[in-house]
């Protein structure tokens, strides 16, 4: 019982220094409140690096009636869970909801709640537990590995599914004996439906006026991943149709914050960073991405860019990467033949890439990571061995740069083309790797 204390004491003192370091969060009196605890399944520095969980939380704190405090996975060695602002133990809330945005993070959700003293299972848990949401990219892809956990799963994006989250917060404070009367087959629209046993789920909901609802960065730490920046979407979903993405289905359709939007982020974002963080499926489709781009350079800014197409690379782009101090840059090959890379609906040439490598190399970006996915539909042999010659290739053009590559393996995510094409398999994997 000692050491449960000492582990206790340690996160409490933990937390309070985080809290220290930090610009912006909320803490909020418990008094007469719907107490939510926002769960991200991953360290504190992976979370704070994730918009969602910034915009959630300054959603239900915006709400005079919630009081909203985050939690993370904790390190390894620590065997207490508490949340962030007021370092309570996670039975103490009315609610408790996962943000989830990567599949390989269900695999923390488990020792999340073992941690926090929950049951697993959403039919073993009792009436004074608290209720249990998911919700996020990864839930929204596929919730049923989920069903048997949690009591609700919201499939969409946060702003748009608010008054059903409202809604489930005031009925689990309001006292409804379990989850019975709220989760009732019978009680649903024609926007819910029962998965597993009786879990249930909200479909698909998004925003159709994103200018309503900036997406941007809340508080500010250098703890969390991207901590020397201010983040800001400019753009949800992507135009392109790449047979193996989830975006375009995820976060469809395709829509665009406009200026006076993302200049009024710009002027909040100034007041803690001079670096911005452009997060976009497609930032160059953005139809006002060059006069966003000089409004910061204006203001005495610099942004980085979240990702950007290489056929969208022209001079003037890249004139505007090397005035804003940019040395490094990612771009997402995915296959190195150029036939496989149409048939994954990228259709850019060899000699084009090569091209926008030298254009980057000449101005002075000199950090190149390139992304490529081993594993795919119609893949042979020669594709694997054409990612070495390719890579020799550039090799050559950008002497004196770092050349880094990560190679991904292919795995057939749900709503997109390529959701019926099977997993290569270890075997196959392994065997490509060591190519």
Not at 193 to 213: A, E, P, R, S, T
Not at 229 to 258: D, I, Q, W
Not at 298 to 311: D, I, M, Q, T
Request: aromatic content about 8%.
């Amino acid at each position: 019982m000692v050491y449960g204390l000492d582990q206790m004491w340690s996160q409490i003192l933990k937390h309070r220094k985080i809290l220290e370091q930090e610009t912006g969060y909320i803490k909020k009196d418990w008094g007469g409140k719907i107490s939510v605890a926002l769960v991200f399944p991953n360290t504190y520095r992976v979370g704070m690096g994730n918009l969602a969980i910034h915009t959630i939380y300054k959603i239900l704190n915006d709400n005079p009636g919630i009081v909203c405090e985050r939690a993370f996975l904790p390190e390894k060695n620590e065997k207490t869970l508490l949340s962030l602002e007021s370092q309570r133990p996670l039975t103490d809330f009315d609610v408790v909801a996962f943000s989830i945005s990567f599949q390989n993070d269900f695999l923390n959700i488990l020792p999340i709640l073992d941690l926090a003293k929950i049951e697993h299972r959403r039919s073993k848990r009792g009436a004074v537990q608290p209720l249990l949401i998911a919700g996020g990219a990864a839930v929204t892809m596929n919730p049923k590995p989920l069903a048997e956990i949690f009591d609700v799963c919201l499939l969409g994006e946060a702003e748009a599914l608010l008054p059903e989250i409202i809604s489930i917060c005031h009925s689990r404070k309001s006292g409804n004996p379990a989850r019975n009367k709220m989760l009732d087959p019978r009680l649903r629209g024609d926007d819910k439906q029962i998965c597993g046993d009786d879990c249930l789920i909200y479909h698909k909901h998004f925003v159709k006026d994103l200018n309503k609802y900036p997406t941007q960065t809340v508080i500010y730490s250098q703890q969390a991943e991207f901590g020397d920046m201010h983040l800001m979407e400019l753009s949800r979903g992507c135009p392109r149709k790449c047979k193996y993405c989830a975006t375009p289905n995820l976060y469809a359709p395709f829509r665009v914050r406009n200026l006076q939007c993302i200049s009024e982020m710009i002027e909040q974002g100034l007041k803690f960073r001079k670096k911005f963080g452009l997060i976009s499926g497609d930032l160059i489709a953005h139809r006002d991405f060059f006069a966003i781009a000089q409004l910061i350079l204006k203001k005495g800014g610099a942004f980085s860019p979240s990702s950007l197409r290489v056929e969208a690379i022209a001079e003037n782009v890249v004139k505007l990467l090397a005035e804003t101090g940019q040395k490094s840059i990612s771009l997402g090959i995915e296959a190195a033949r150029e036939e496989l890379r149409a048939s994954l609906g990228k259709k850019f040439s060899n000699q084009r890439l090569l091209e926008t490598i030298n254009l980057l190399n000449k101005v002075g970006l000199k950090n190149l990571r390139l992304y490529f996915m081993i594993g795919l539909p119609g893949e042979t042999s020669a594709d694997i061995e054409a990612i070495a010659t390719l890579s020799k290739q550039i090799k050559k053009i950008t002497r004196g740069s770092s050349l880094t590559l990560t190679i991904a393996h292919f795995v057939p995510k749900p709503g997109t083309p390529f959701a019926k094409e099977k997993f290569a398999g270890e075997k196959y994997l392994k065997a490509a790797d060591k190519t």
